[in-house]
């Protein structure tokens, strides 16, 4: 592998190396390693937690279900039991000093800005997801955080909602499989991870409001595997609810997804957090499963102080702050003081935040490790993730890699010098530095190459194509050795004109799909004017390229790629490092092929309660396009390498109620390279209808030129199982299942059978 894979994988080395072991930081039952459900773990302290119960007073209690700041909670200074401080940001440590909103104002205070979830997604490969958590664990220990307010796993299913960059997938296998080893990298670090936003957060716009209708079978396959895998494999100590309703009840304080899923089938030990202001009844949240409200007051968002308080009720009452009036503060006092009754509720909530609280070592004596902020080897990992992130959609006639020799390079497009990690709502981060694309290839190419920039469109709201603008890239091209067109999607930056310029950003869903700005007639016209351009886009999701893509040659999906995604970008576009990224979700060739435009459920349905019934069911990404014969722009777990693999023959060795599929993959061409080889299921005859196709498996495999490795997977039980609304319970049918393996959901290479 190049050089820059290498240094990576010794930074990387050096890094696991250096985590603290369970054994290392807590007393852990041989019998709690080996169960299945990771859970276990949180309960070795549960006679600390009893004994420190019995010393809290009802006041006491109550302070510690709810925030006291923006992101502080809790604390009890006479028992010794200190404030849980979060830190939002899924990909990179928020830039909060202390309690409040406020970014820092030194750079060097800047974490270190990971790519976005969807690129880790992109990588399919789980000792990232492992690396990339352990980097969000370290920042966190060393910014005093507590818990990570991350990973975000809500499954793509709308291609307009507007933090689908936060996102993973549309498909819950590989959601399950990256979340689990990012939970575990940042917990490995004795910093709790919070998954969410649970359950069915599928869009921004009306998210406060929205009641989501959803089949069980639906909600049981695509909408809840992976949240129960980051419970169960990933042992997450905590998990946010969302702020949509689900079935009539405001996900937070939902008896159904809380007690009776979450808490009862799952066996979730931890906390659950609100999102911030998603909690609206204190009974609700009390009795359904609500433990830690979070929220701030506006004015403290838009930059105001810390210290708004309410009006006493009396002259001689005491002045109560914002947050004693949250609805699991003095409303919940009030409520057991009425009712004793409800008093082992709280009791139970107190509970669970102490446990993570031990498993953090914030109480026990234990010590975390000391945590590192913006290492070489934290920024190694932004680069090993943007590098195996970016994906290479289109390269016909082998126009990629671009090679150095070449004298003159256009750089066309905003995109190319945009800073992106301050946008975005709760993903928005301060980060040290970040390379650009247009700093990326300036690094690649160095002095003796000369490098043309032209924006050719303008990022401003309403901005249409400019005659002028597009003039200047269409002489550039001409000009130029090399283009390199760089736009796409962009991020909304300011919390306070999310109307103005969101994009790609938190509490708004985009428009459309299609390149802002008037993007278009830009690209056509580059590529018209020069065939032989690149076109690079960035972005947070699915994006119509329709319009052009017939023109272009070679294109390549880099998403938001971290501080060091111009130099990840450079290295994949001249060949220093071979494309191995593949598809996370589905590129329909136009809006309105994606289910769930197609099926009329997407936008809500106006009126009282704001209604969103997904009529697209279990048909969601790839499961739709495979089984209703429409094809895609670029399929899932498409990708394209600067090399060629050889799928061996297909061993299916089935047991009693499992399988293990075996072949051999040869490196054939002439650059190392990975290949991610997917692994899908088809149930050739079923009682219920079944999608044509489900991802069940995957390993990433890096070869040599002419190398050839085994691939191994198993398939258990739960591999061929449905969902059966009427028992209520998963159901393994007798019969035959095929077993599908290839490069894509559309590139199936090899296929074997089996009978269960």
Same mark, same amino acid.
């Given at each position: 592998?190049?050089?820059?894979? #290498?240094? /990576?994988?010794?930074?990387?080395?050096?890094?696991?190396?250096?985590?603290?072991?369970?054994?290392?930081?807590?007393?852990?039952?041989? %019998?709690?390693?080996?169960?299945?459900?990771?859970?276990?773990?949180?309960?070795?302290?549960?006679?600390?937690?009893?004994?420190?119960?019995?010393?809290?007073? #009802?006041?006491?209690?109550? $302070?510690?279900?709810?925030?006291?700041?923006?992101?502080?909670?809790?604390?009890?200074?006479?028992?010794?039991?200190?404030?849980?401080?979060?830190? &939002?940001?899924? $990909? !990179?440590?928020?830039?909060?000093?202390?309690?409040?909103?406020?970014?820092?104002?030194?750079?060097?205070?800047?974490?270190?800005?990971?790519?976005?979830?969807?690129?880790?997604?992109?990588?399919?490969?789980?000792?990232?997801? #492992?690396?990339?958590?352990?980097?969000?664990?370290?920042?966190?220990?060393?910014?005093?955080?507590?818990?990570?307010?991350?990973?975000?796993?809500?499954?793509?299913?709308?291609?307009?909602?507007?933090?689908? *960059?936060?996102?993973?997938?549309?498909?819950?296998?590989?959601?399950?499989?990256?979340?689990?080893?990012?939970?575990?990298?940042?917990?490995?670090?004795?910093?709790?991870?919070?998954?969410?936003?649970?359950?069915?957060?599928?869009?921004?716009?009306?998210?406060?409001?929205?009641?989501?209708?959803?089949?069980?079978?639906?909600?049981?396959?695509?909408? =809840?595997?992976?949240?129960?895998?980051?419970?169960?494999?990933?042992?997450?100590?905590?998990?946010?609810?969302?702020?949509?309703?689900?079935?009539?009840?405001?996900?937070?304080?939902?008896?159904?997804?809380?007690?009776?899923? #979450?808490?009862?089938?799952?066996?979730?030990?931890?906390?659950?957090?609100?999102?911030?202001?998603?909690?609206?009844?204190?009974?609700?949240?009390?009795?359904?499963?609500?433990? =830690?409200?979070?929220?701030?007051?506006?004015?403290?968002?838009?930059?105001?102080?810390?210290?708004?308080?309410?009006?006493?009720?009396?002259?001689?009452?005491?002045?109560?702050?914002?947050?004693?009036?949250? *609805?699991?503060?003095?409303?919940?006092?009030?409520?057991?003081?009425?009712?004793?009754?409800?008093?082992?509720? +709280? &009791?139970?909530?107190?509970?669970?935040?102490?446990?993570?609280?031990?498993?953090?070592?914030?109480?026990? !004596?234990?010590?975390?490790?000391?945590?590192?902020?913006?290492?070489?080897?934290?920024?190694?990992?932004?680069? %090993?993730?943007?590098?195996?992130? +970016?994906?290479?959609?289109?390269?016909?006639?082998?126009?990629?890699?671009?090679?150095?020799?070449?004298?003159?390079?256009?750089?066309?497009?905003?995109?190319?010098?945009?800073?992106?990690?301050?946008?975005?709502?709760?993903?928005?981060?301060?980060?040290?530095?970040?390379?650009?694309?247009?700093?990326?290839?300036?690094?690649?190419?160095?002095?003796?190459?000369?490098?043309?920039?032209?924006?050719?469109?303008?990022?401003?709201?309403?901005?249409?194509? &400019?005659?002028?603008? +597009?003039?200047?890239?269409?002489?550039?091209?001409?000009?130029?050795?090399?283009?390199?067109?760089?736009?796409?999607?962009?991020?909304?930056?300011?919390?306070?004109?999310?109307?103005?310029?969101?994009?790609?950003?938190?509490?708004?869903?985009?428009?459309?799909?299609?390149?802002?700005?008037?993007?278009?007639?830009?690209?056509?016209?580059?590529?018209?004017?020069?065939?032989?351009?690149?076109?690079?886009?960035?972005?947070?999701?699915?994006?119509?390229?329709?319009?052009?893509?017939?023109?272009?040659?070679?294109?390549?999906?880099?998403?938001?790629?971290?501080?060091?995604?111009?130099?990840?970008?450079? $290295?994949?576009?001249?060949?220093?490092?071979?494309?191995?990224?593949?598809?996370? *979700?589905?590129?329909?060739?136009?809006?309105?092929?994606?289910?769930?435009?197609?099926?009329?459920?997407?936008?809500?349905?106006?009126?009282?309660?704001?209604?969103?019934?997904?009529?697209?069911?279990?048909?969601?990404?790839?499961?739709?396009?495979?089984?209703? $014969?429409?094809?895609?722009?670029?399929?899932?777990?498409?990708?394209?390498?600067?090399?060629? /693999?050889?799928?061996?023959?297909?061993?299916?060795?089935?047991?009693?109620?499992?399988?293990?599929?075996?072949?051999?993959?040869?490196?054939?061409?002439?650059?190392?390279?990975?290949?991610?080889?997917?692994?899908?299921?088809?149930?050739?005859?079923?009682?219920?209808?079944?999608?044509?196709?489900?991802?069940?498996?995957?390993?990433?495999? /890096?070869?040599?030129? !002419?190398?050839?490795?085994?691939?191994?997977?198993?398939?258990?039980?739960?591999? *061929?199982?449905?969902?059966?609304?009427?028992? %209520?319970?998963?159901?393994?049918?007798? !019969?035959?299942?095929?077993?599908?393996?290839?490069?894509?959901?559309?590139? +199936?290479?090899?296929?074997?059978?089996?009978?269960?």
């Amino acid at each position: 592998m190049p050089h820059l894979s #290498l240094r /990576f994988a010794t930074a990387l080395g050096a890094a696991l190396l250096a985590l603290p072991t369970l054994a290392q930081r807590a007393p852990v039952p041989a %019998k709690a390693l080996a169960s299945t459900n990771r859970q276990t773990l949180l309960l070795n302290h549960e006679a600390d937690i009893t004994a420190l119960l019995a010393k809290l007073t #009802l006041e006491e209690k109550v $302070h510690i279900l709810h925030a006291n700041s923006a992101f502080a909670a809790g604390g009890v200074e006479r028992l010794g039991i200190p404030e849980i401080m979060t830190s &939002d940001g899924p $990909h !990179g440590v928020r830039p909060e000093q202390g309690r409040n909103w406020k970014p820092p104002v030194d750079a060097n205070d800047a974490s270190t800005y990971l790519p976005t979830n969807n690129t880790l997604a992109s990588t399919w490969n789980r000792a990232l997801g #492992l690396a990339y958590g352990t980097v969000l664990g370290s920042e966190a220990n060393a910014r005093g955080k507590d818990i990570i307010l991350g990973p975000g796993i809500n499954i793509v299913r709308a291609p307009l909602n507007g933090r689908n *960059f936060e996102y993973l997938s549309e498909d819950p296998y590989l959601v399950a499989q990256m979340a689990t080893g990012y939970i575990r990298g940042v917990q490995s670090q004795g910093v709790s991870a919070c998954v969410k936003h649970y359950a069915l957060n599928n869009q921004e716009t009306h998210r406060d409001d929205v009641d989501v209708d959803v089949s069980e079978r639906a909600l049981r396959e695509i909408y =809840l595997p992976g949240f129960k895998a980051a419970v169960q494999q990933g042992g997450v100590y905590s998990l946010m609810g969302s702020y949509n309703k689900v079935r009539g009840t405001y996900a937070t304080e939902n008896a159904y997804l809380m007690n009776t899923i #979450l808490k009862g089938e799952w066996g979730f030990k931890g906390l659950v957090m609100s999102d911030w202001g998603s909690v609206h009844n204190t009974d609700e949240a009390l009795r359904n499963g609500t433990d =830690l409200e979070m929220g701030t007051d506006l004015a403290l968002m838009y930059g105001g102080t810390d210290q708004s308080t309410a009006t006493a009720s009396t002259a001689n009452a005491p002045v109560r702050s914002y947050y004693d009036r949250f *609805f699991l503060a003095d409303p919940a006092l009030a409520a057991v003081k009425k009712d004793p009754k409800l008093l082992p509720l +709280i &009791d139970d909530k107190v509970r669970r935040i102490l446990r993570v609280m031990y498993a953090t070592d914030m109480l026990g !004596g234990t010590k975390r490790p000391a945590g590192a902020f913006n290492t070489k080897a934290h920024q190694a990992t932004a680069l %090993k993730v943007a590098e195996e992130g +970016i994906v290479l959609l289109k390269n016909e006639g082998h126009l990629l890699p671009l090679s150095k020799q070449v004298k003159t390079v256009a750089v066309i497009g905003a995109n190319a010098d945009r800073l992106n990690a301050m946008g975005g709502g709760s993903g928005q981060l301060k980060a040290k530095y970040e390379v650009t694309p247009l700093q990326g290839l300036k690094n690649e190419l160095g002095s003796g190459v000369t490098i043309n920039y032209v924006p050719g469109y303008t990022i401003a709201r309403d901005q249409q194509a &400019d005659a002028q603008q +597009i003039a200047q890239a269409v002489a550039a091209a001409k000009a130029a050795d090399a283009v390199v067109y760089v736009g796409g999607s962009f991020h909304g930056y300011d919390y306070t004109k999310w109307s103005d310029n969101a994009y790609d950003a938190e509490a708004v869903d985009k428009p459309d799909l299609k390149l802002p700005f008037g993007q278009d007639a830009l690209v056509q016209a580059v590529l018209t004017a020069n065939p032989r351009t690149v076109v690079v886009l960035l972005g947070g999701g699915p994006i119509e390229t329709s319009a052009w893509v017939g023109q272009a040659k070679a294109v390549v999906e880099a998403w938001y790629p971290g501080m060091e995604g111009g130099n990840a970008l450079a $290295h994949i576009l001249f060949g220093d490092v071979n494309p191995s990224g593949k598809l996370p *979700f589905t590129f329909p060739k136009q809006l309105a092929d994606a289910p769930a435009m197609k099926l009329g459920e997407y936008p809500s349905t106006p009126g009282n309660p704001l209604k969103e019934t997904y009529k697209d069911d279990i048909w969601v990404g790839y499961r739709y396009y495979d089984t209703y $014969h429409v094809a895609p722009q670029f399929a899932f777990g498409h990708g394209l390498s600067y090399t060629s /693999f050889d799928y061996g023959k297909l061993t299916v060795t089935p047991g009693p109620q499992s399988a293990t599929v075996r072949l051999a993959v040869r490196n054939t061409g002439k650059t190392a390279g990975a290949e991610v080889v997917q692994l899908y299921m088809h149930d050739v005859k079923s009682s219920v209808k079944r999608p044509e196709k489900e991802l069940k498996g995957f390993e990433k495999v /890096f070869l040599k030129p !002419g190398e050839s490795k085994t691939v191994t997977m198993q398939l258990p039980a739960d591999a *061929f199982k449905y969902y059966d609304e009427a028992k %209520k319970q998963w159901v393994l049918e007798p !019969g035959q299942f095929e077993v599908l393996v290839g490069s894509a959901s559309d590139d +199936i290479r090899q296929r074997g059978s089996l009978t269960l």
